[in-house]
């Protein structure tokens, strides 16, 4: 197994990644990365994310280093960083596959590792239809918009916007109202992780839509279709003493 590492152009990054180099002897050109090679990781979250979309799919193992803010996908530098990254445990992500329908009739199709998100463009609230494994399950839902969240990322925006936060080996992703005025007693359910979810924007013309995969972003939508990729896998590498199932259950407990 070879070690790579990319890493952002921030002083706190060019910083570590110095301090890094100390330790470990890393290839910083992935075009010669193989399945089953390292990939160190520096920047925030932000950057972990976009490299994983970049990367992922290739059979490669991340380990991230937060030179960021919060770093909830990545792990802290101290100089053990060998002894850390030997001693990581593997969790692996499958993300979610959105295939979108927009007013022209064009189909786009994205991977989301966090989430999915439906949001209203004008002032105007969303009216979405909402159908789970072929079965209307919301005839309307009113507002700003819905989330589709799969573990991984249901500690961000679906956490913010009232929905749960899921243990990683779950097998559950959450579809979550954002700001809904109706149905007024709903806000957010748990679904298997095969489920097939279908939304329609009802009234699309008038209410238009916009759908993001984690960054990526298509206006005017009409339809949509999510589910797991099961094709994709992500291996992801956590410190054993703070790994991610312990970040999602320490989620629940900030004040």
Known sequence: MQTFVIYNDTPKTIETYQKLTNHIKANTNLDDAKPGDLI???GGDGFMLRTLHN????GFKFYGINTGTVGFLLNEYTDNIIEKIQTAELSTLHPLKLRAKDQSGMIHEKVAI??????RQTNQSAKLEVHINQKLKIPEISGDGVIIATPAGSSAYNFSAGG???????????????NAYYPK??????????????ISVLENSKRPVNVSADFFEIHNVVSVNIQ????????LLFDHDHNLEDRLINEQFKV
């Open 40 to 42: 160190l990781v520096l």
């Open 55 to 58: 990367y992922m799919g290739y």
């Open 114 to 119: 966090n989430e999915v998100s439906l949001f």
């Open 164 to 178: 749960p936060i899921m243990p990683i080996e779950s097998n559950l992703i959450a579809l979550t109202a954002i």
């Open 185 to 198: 007693r709903w806000k957010s359910a748990l679904l298997p992780i095969n489920s097939v979810i279908d």
């Open 228 to 235: 797991q990729e099961q094709r994709i896998s992500i291996d």
